[in-house]
């Protein structure tokens, strides 16, 4: 772009990526993952171009079922989740910390 004003060029970057809606269940209400509670998305456009200046937050999208995918925001301060289990299989000398309620360990 050539500012007319200084005479100076200006440039803009741009990138290609695809779109993504939001997806409703048959009543008409956005689906949301059942774990996390964030959206479920699927795809809208492919091979769109935007200027950087249109993305307003990174995010990943997480394959839920056939071509809907669930939005995980990385800063998101705190998951719904009340309970979480992780299978841990430790070694021989492993150390392992839970972490509890209050933080304590």
């Known amino acids: 772009?050539?500012?007319?004003?200084t005479g100076s060029l200006k440039f803009l970057m741009h990138v290609f990526g695809d779109k993504y809606k939001f997806f409703f269940d048959g009543e008409g209400n956005e689906l949301k993952h059942p774990f996390s509670d964030?959206?479920?998305?699927?795809?809208?456009?492919?091979?769109?171009?935007?200027?950087?200046?249109?993305?307003l937050r990174n995010v990943m999208l997480y394959?839920?079922?056939?071509?809907?995918?669930?939005?995980?925001?990385?800063?998101r301060h705190q998951m719904p989740l009340q309970v979480a289990l992780v299978a841990v299989y430790p070694q021989v000398e492993d150390r392992v910390f839970v972490k509890g309620e209050g933080e304590s360990i």
């Open 1 to 5: 772009m050539h500012n007319a004003m």
């Open 63 to 75: 394959s839920y079922q056939d071509r809907q995918f669930a939005v995980i925001d990385p800063n």
């Open 38 to 55: 964030t959206a479920v998305v699927k795809p809208f456009e492919t091979d769109f171009c935007t200027g950087t200046l249109e993305i």
